[in-house]
């Protein structure tokens, strides 16, 4: 299988609701402990805040960051500024003047097998380090523990910089519009690293056979791949959604 464009975040949710098996509704798998070989997947639980929210919420700490206008992201949306304080407050790095947290770094690094040939790409908040220690930050209206995004862009930075997972930490905070935030420290581990690769070449392998398996001849099975379509060709039915 040959994947030639880039695979973001948001087209891996997209092949990942096409071949995932759980039911992230079940408050049973919700409060079972995962094992390695299954990263812990977000819980729907948190999904009724707008995912726009958050990536307005970036922008504007972006724009605060640069010294841009910020007038109207907070016109249209009061309830950003509250946020946007809370993140500052708790990350006051984000505002130093040498920039020590680089928001939004683009990362690319390849994912490959015998069937797989991709790359993804996602963007982190990274702290500028010195030394082997790095460290990543994550903040918006969500939960405080790993969802399969973060370990996603762990796994990424740990291949990015060439770094010993064991090494990478993430700190996530948990922002609530009627509640404090809530921060917790994330430490990688070769184990976690490891893990996530197998889950994301497991899936897109499994993408694979889906698009390979013939059809039925009476039905049409609603929200998977065209069986007649490779993975590629799916992906570049998936549509960019901008930030």
């Not at 015998?114 to 930050?137: A, D, M, R, W, Y």
């Not at 997972?165 to 917790?184: E, G, K, M, N, S």
């Not at 059809?215 to 791949?225: F, I, K, M, N, W």
Request: proline residues 9%.
């Amino acid at each position: 299988m040959t994947l030639n464009k880039m695979t973001t975040l948001d087209q891996i949710q997209q092949i990942k609701s096409s071949v995932s098996p759980w039911n992230l509704n079940s408050d049973a798998y919700l409060q079972k402990k995962q094992p390695l070989d299954q990263p812990m997947i977000e819980s729907d639980r948190f999904l009724p805040f707008p995912l726009s929210l958050n990536q307005k919420l970036n922008l504007l700490i972006r724009q605060i960051q640069l010294h841009l206008p910020v007038e109207p992201l907070l016109e249209a949306e009061p309830e950003l500024a509250q946020l946007a304080d809370e993140v500052l407050s708790n990350v006051p790095k984000i505002l130093h003047p040498q920039h020590p947290i680089q928001l939004h770094q683009p990362l690319v690094v390849r994912l490959t097998s015998e069937t797989v040939q991709t790359c993804i790409e996602v963007n982190v908040n990274q702290g500028q380090h010195k030394g082997s220690h790095p460290k990543l930050f994550e903040w918006g209206v969500r939960s405080p523990n790993l969802g399969w995004r973060d370990e996603v862009k762990l796994w990424a930075a740990t291949k990015h910089l060439q770094c010993d997972p064991d090494h990478l930490y993430l700190t996530v905070l948990a922002l609530r519009l009627d509640d404090i935030p809530q921060a917790q420290l994330h430490r990688w581990s070769i184990e976690q690293q490891q893990a996530t690769e197998t889950w994301l070449l497991e899936m897109f392998e499994k993408a694979y056979n889906l698009s390979h398996t013939p059809a039925p001849s009476t039905t049409e099975t609603s929200g998977l791949p065209d069986k007649t379509m490779t993975v590629a060709e799916y992906l570049e039915t998936i549509p960019e959604v901008p930030l």
